[in-house]
T-cell receptor
Framework: EAGVVQSPRYKIIEKKQPVAFWCNPISGHNTLYWYRQNLGQGPELLIRYENEEAVDDSQLPKDRFSAERLKGVDSTLKIQPAELGDSAVYLC?????????????FGSGTRLTVV | RKEVEQDPGPFNVPEGATVAFNCTYSNSASQSFFWYRQDCRKEPKLLMSVYSSGNEDGRFTAQLNRASQYISLLIRDSKLSDSATYLCVGPSGSARQLTFGSGTQLTVLP
């Protein structure tokens, strides 16, 4: 069974440029999460989807970040414009249930460097 | 105060040693706890769920202490391959979702 698939693995962009990340969750996992992980820190939730509905986006910086999950499967996370402080690893995860009672499965992440 | 707090370490232990990590949480109504392992430049991977009755998997034992609001991970007979960052996960107080600690770095030395 394929795990959570993310692309690209690495992205280097200049500040003020836009960037987008893509995620394909595990088949049948209705809950999808986008996390951001800075060096030496644990992942921090940006947004959580249940099917196509964003049920928690309180930590998403809405002035420059946006996300969508059309048809409740794949999801994209966009930053426009990117700032130097956005350099981090962006992780997508999915879970079988809403609360994540069985844990999450993470994709390999996108390592973003803003220069 | 962070909802989930861990000692960042690093913990440097010799091969074969027993090492324990603790993690405190603030949401007393929490139900779900986990330990994740993260290798350098890799994604976190689920190591163990933590149950009220404790959970053992080979050399790894996870326990939950609700009275003191902490969870623990015990690794016996450490192997070089156990070197990684261990992330504690517990529920967020504000929503029905999980919050990660900052991680504890373990290095097992030959």
């Amino acid at each position: 069974e394929a795990g959570v698939v993310q692309s690209p693995r690495y992205k280097i962009i200049e500040k003020k440029q836009p960037v987008a990340f893509w995620c394909n969750p595990i088949s049948g996992h209705n809950t999808l999460y986008w996390y951001r992980q800075n060096l030496g820190q644990g992942p921090e939730l940006l947004i959580r989807y249940e099917n196509e509905e964003a049920v928690d986006d309180s930590q998403l910086p809405k002035d420059r970040f946006s996300a969508e999950r059309l048809k409740g499967v794949d999801s994209t996370l966009k930053i426009q414009p990117a700032e130097l402080g956005d350099s981090a690893v962006y992780l997508c995860a999915s879970s079988l249930d809403r609360q994540g009672d069985y844990g999450y499965t993470f994709g390999s992440g996108t390592r973003l460097t803003v220069v | 105060r962070k909802e989930v707090e861990q000692d960042p370490g690093p913990f440097n232990v010799p091969e074969g040693a027993t090492v324990a990590f603790n993690c405190t949480y603030s949401n007393s109504a929490s139900q779900s706890f986990f330990w994740y392992r993260q290798d350098c430049r890799k994604e976190p991977k689920l190591l163990m769920s933590v149950y009220s009755s404790g959970n053992e998997d080979g050399r790894f034992t996870a326990q939950l202490n609700r009275a003191s609001q902490y969870i623990s991970l015990l690794i016996r007979d450490s192997k070089l391959s156990d070197s990684a960052t261990y992330l504690c996960v517990g529920p967020s107080g504000s929503a029905r979702q999980l919050t990660f600690g900052s991680g504890t770095q373990l290095t097992v030395l030959p």
